[in-house]
């Protein structure tokens, strides 16, 4: 369906940062930590998320490592509970956490969906789509009396009476995809868009809790709740625009990036990623790559990513750098490239001015 999307990008004479050159030792710092199995690990040893888990099988994608994106989506169909869900984490090919959290669940229609859109590959599609209705299924059985989708069940099964705004919008842009897998696949779910709907509604009517005590919310929170909904497509176009600048200067260490949490002056990789992501997706290109460019003093001479800096002391905190935070970059860096086809993953709105 689409050639080697790098090498192209690169062909179109946009900047270096966006180049295959640039990038491979990043997608090869994500690859290098895969396991036997499939799986994808934080870090080298360490435990591998579901969530984090698939957004690193997204990014090895759009790097055309076909093979050990399919793995990774492999191993995730084949560790899946008999519910459709999957725990919180593993580690050494076993469960560690055993509480499960909805958002990772769904996501898998995500990562499958991003897979399809980059390969054209029907046959994995339908091969993996029982995964995928398992697990949307199994979410939708999580739902709270709004319309919200509760973010855990603890390890007893016990559903966790609380909701996210960012673990909410996530979950959107899920069932969003198993939306468009089903049609393309035949089957109606008519009862998903009810729910995504009534998703929808419930996340715009959450409080806000990085406003300050004076516009009526909290002052501690998380950025992710902040540009989450104008990221997952449940906000678009100028809503999801003033959503991010209205608070832009709460949350950006100009010169840097995106705090994570507005009580430390921790600028984080991810974080700054998905928000330059956020940008892109909603026309405003030129936002999005100052921010991408930002991104690069955190990166490391192999190519992979640092977690963040910590300031005031302008360090690098901690020493550790995540696969997911490598490809948390290489999607950013593809939703800047012109037509590429994950493009489609989420809304855009305009043409890139780059």
Known sequence: MCADKITSFEAS????????????????SIVSVQEKAGSVPELEGGIVEPWTHIECAM??????????????????????????????????????????????????????????????????????????RAAINYVMDMRGPNGEIYWARDTEGVLCPSAQIASCSSSYLSIRCALKIADLLGEEHNDWKMVNDNLRGAILNMPTPFKTPAEGGEISAFAMDWYYPALC???????????????WDKFIVHGWGSVCNLKKQWVTAAETSELAIALAVNGE??????????????????????????????????????????????????????????????????????
């Open 13 to 28: 004479g946009q900047g270096s940062s966006l180049s295959e050159q640039f990038l491979r030792p990043t997608l090869e």
């Open 285 to 354: 290109y030129e936002q999005s790559m100052m921010l991408y460019n930002w991104i690069h003093q955190m990166r490391d001479d192999d190519g992979a990513y640092w977690y963040g800096m910590a300031f005031p002391e302008n360090e690098i905190w901690p020493l550790q750098k995540p696969t997911w935070t490598a490809a948390a970059v290489v999607l950013a860096a593809d939703m800047l490239r012109p037509m590429s086809p994950t493009s489609l993953l989420l809304d855009h709105h305009g043409a890139p001015l780059l």
């Open 233 to 247: 497509s449940v906000i678009n176009k100028k809503e999801a625009v003033s959503r991010i600048y209205n608070d």
């Open 59 to 132: 990014a090895i994608d759009v790097g055309n490592y076909r093979d050990e994106a399919e793995k990774a989506y492999t191993w995730l169909a084949e560790i899946q509970l008999a519910d459709g869900s999957w725990y919180t984490n593993y580690q050494n090919g076993k469960p560690k956490d055993t509480y499960k959290v909805s958002h990772a669940i769904s996501y898998i229609a995500v990562g499958v969906w991003h897979h399809y859109l980059v390969t054209g590959n029907l046959s994995f599609l339908d091969k993996m789509w029982p995964s995928v």
